[in-house]
């Protein structure tokens, strides 16, 4: 596609149209195009065309909550448009509704001949990823019924079944095979002299296992209303900096966005809940880490998230052990998948257990849940889920055996199981990967807080002396052992993991900054790594970089080895203002606060590593979520650590 893809996001469903309003049925890329509910292509062609022709753009789509664009048909300096299209579009729960209104521009009587070419193909989202796997689909059946106001659309695989409902409110005067599976559907519109014609079209999609009696919003300004009225739930009461307008700024396009990016879950009794989804367009899903952290930054601005997350993560808490999932009882679930290949078992991420650090954040987030509102009811709740986690963190993790938490790589998931979790972004510095089980330093960071604050909520909520000191002592042999292990003094620095045999993985990375989020490390190596940070092969300007530059394995577009990503900076400024260097951490939120400045406000997933001495203005990073929940908090952890300032 040569337009760009423009993102409308509500809930678990989000649309990717082009300049136009069109989607054209692109495959492959590293952009979606076309309407997704629960990780299925439910609309995978949308073109307009008026007298039979593609119009031309007058006013390209503009990022919003509703896609608006301003077409006219094709013609030339001295042939002015016959007419004007006016077309506004959006998303709502499993729907998608477009408006289309067409003025004349002639004073006398004119006929336009529109035309709507839909298709659904109910392609699963990792299809479309560009991950050169192929996937057979045996037995599937895809059909087409023309309906009185439209068509639906429906698509069979053994007991799966999906469907999506096209109709218009001004009945088509035909429903058009093409010879591809898509379906035309066509309107001659009478217009008077300078006469307007108006028509919405609606599309519901049923997505397998969806049984909810749903309805299209009547219209895209409905879907507005709907939304700014739900964002502004989100952002008021929150007490935004009056001297700092660019910080107020992001954080309320993160509260804005986060809004948009709430999902349904179910708790451990069955009740429904609503939590963050990692991000659009490819995790608009519960993840374990990405919601946690989410939960962790907006704490103390918006505690409802944090109830949410926990018992919406304790109720997929594994409790058994599967080698396709890579399950363990008491491990925290990464991420979970509800589309067809989850469900048939081609990818393991129906519920895919491949995180090391999920586990451990989920009880740093019960435990600053409890610290935080003073609300003892969830810890009370989940004690039997904090105990597990607790017990998969000393027996299945490896504290216990091996000192630390270790993962090992999984041949049909990640190969990676921390935050930084590419092929690769667990490196040397000169970039070579290690070897057999991988113990990542941020992780050990969020084992020692996760034991420190469960042994809080034994001594002061489940009254057990006796499990809240063995847990404290747990932790402080692991401060010990980490600064033993890991610390490399000829860096002053932490290294980035240790390989099967202990050695240290050598890279200097920001993952050194999570362990002062955590506290981990004594008061002098905390300030010494803290400052480091800030030197100029790290701090780029923008953030700090996920790899500082000038080691080999370092390159400024790379997803893990050179990057900026906004919530890794968020934890590195928590901690530094944690170690007392405030100035440190106002310099990281400067550097955040302008490159959201520079983009609507708005902080992507991750930023290119070039440095703001050479780039005036924040490079993007090529494939980077549009919207991402981590993000969209960062400035909210932003606040918190310049706030104690």
Partial sequence: MTDRHHLLVHGRTFAA???????????????????????????????LTVDGAVPDTLTPVADGDTARCVLVPRGGRNEPPAYTLF?????GDSSFVESLRVTSNRPVPTTVHLAVTADADFTDQFELRSDHRTYTKAGAVRSRHA?????????????????????????????????????????ALDLEPHGTAELTLRVMARPHGDRRALRVPRSPAAVRQRLRAREGEFVRGVDFPAGWPELAAACTRGLADLAALQVPATGPDGEE???????????LTLLGRDALLTSLFTLPYRPALAAATL?????????????????????????VRHGELAHFGQVPYGRYYGSVDATPLFLVLLGAYTEHTGDTGPARRLEPHARAAVGWMLDHGGLTSRGYLVYRADQGGLANQNWKDSPGAICSAEGT????????????????????????????????TTYAHLLEQAAGDLRD????????????????????????VDALASDAGHLLWSGLLDKEYGEQVGRRLLEPDFFSGWGVRTLAAGQPAYHPLSYHRGSVWPHDNALIALGLARYGLHDEARAIARGLVDAASATGHRLPEVLAGYGRDTHPEPVPYPHACVR????????LALLTAVGVV
């Avoid at 069109?22 to 073109?47: C, E, K, N, T």
């Avoid at 698509?155 to 409110?169: K, L, N, Q």
């Avoid at 890991?486 to 620095?493: A, G, I």
């Fill in 17 to 47: 149209v082009g300049d136009r309003g069109d989607i054209s049925g692109y495959r492959g890329g590293s952009a979606p195009d076309g309407m997704f509910v629960r990780d299925a292509r439910h609309l995978s062609r949308w073109q």
């Fill in 87 to 91: 077309r506004e579009q959006a998303v």
């Fill in 147 to 187: 309906l009185e106001h439209g068509v639906e659309f429906a698509y069979r695989r053994g007991e799966w079944c999906s469907v999506t409902t096209v109709t218009a409110d001004l009945k088509p005067d035909a429903v058009e095979e093409t010879g591809t599976g898509a379906r035309r559907l066509t309107w």
């Fill in 273 to 283: 809940l609503r939590v963050p989804a990692a991000g659009a367009p490819w995790f």
């Fill in 311 to 335: 018992p919406a993560l304790a109720a997929t808490q594994a409790t058994g052990t599967s080698t396709d999932g890579i399950a363990q009882p008491g491990k925290i679930v990464h991420e």
């Fill in 433 to 464: 990967r290690p070897h057999g089980p991988v113990t990542a330093a941020g992780a050990q960071g969020y084992a020692y807080d996760a034991l420190r604050r469960t042994a809080g909520l034994a001594r002061t909520v489940w009254q057990d």
């Fill in 481 to 504: 052992r980490f600064q033993q292990d890991f610390w490399m003094p000829e860096h002053s620095f932490p290294a980035l993991a240790l390989d099967g045999r202990g050695n240290q």
């Fill in 628 to 635: 991402e929940s981590r993000s969209a908090s960062a400035p």
